[in-house]
């Protein structure tokens, strides 16, 4: 019913920029906050960055200053905009979305994920 897509992924030299992007899709009646989330082979997944719907941010230690979290309320969109990538910035990101949806006839408040997009740091 709702769908989350990732896009904007790629191979990058270190030191260069992507620009990831989640749309949002279905039948939503509001979106909470908004985030991206990363995980390596082998490795947990981790939070990169979140923000609120006013637009408040938390970022992970290791991309503080590198990165740049932010979103449209009216499209349901939001994007991740990443500098100064390192080698160990590599992995899958995930889009995830706190969205309330009205099932028969209830508010049903849920995480929903994206398929994920590969992001590749390496000369």
């Known amino acids: 019913q709702v769908q989350l897509v990732e896009s904007g992924g790629g191979l990058v030299q270190p030191g260069g920029s992507l620009r990831l992007s989640c749309a949002a899709s279905g039948s939503i009646f509001s979106i909470n906050a908004m985030g991206w989330y990363r995980q390596a082979p082998g490795k947990q997944r981790e939070l990169v960055a979140a923000i609120t719907r006013g637009g408040t941010t938390n970022y992970a230690d290791s991309v503080k200053g590198r990165f740049t979290i932010s979103r449209d309320n009216t499209k349901n969109t939001v994007s991740l905009q990443m500098n100064s990538l390192k080698s160990e910035d590599t992995a899958v990101y995930y889009c995830?979305?706190?969205?309330?949806?009205?099932?028969?006839?209830?508010?049903?408040?849920?995480?929903?994920w994206g398929q994920g997009t590969q992001v590749t740091v390496s000369s």
């Open positions: 995830n979305a706190e969205i309330l949806t009205y099932t028969r006839g209830m508010p049903v408040a849920h995480d929903y």
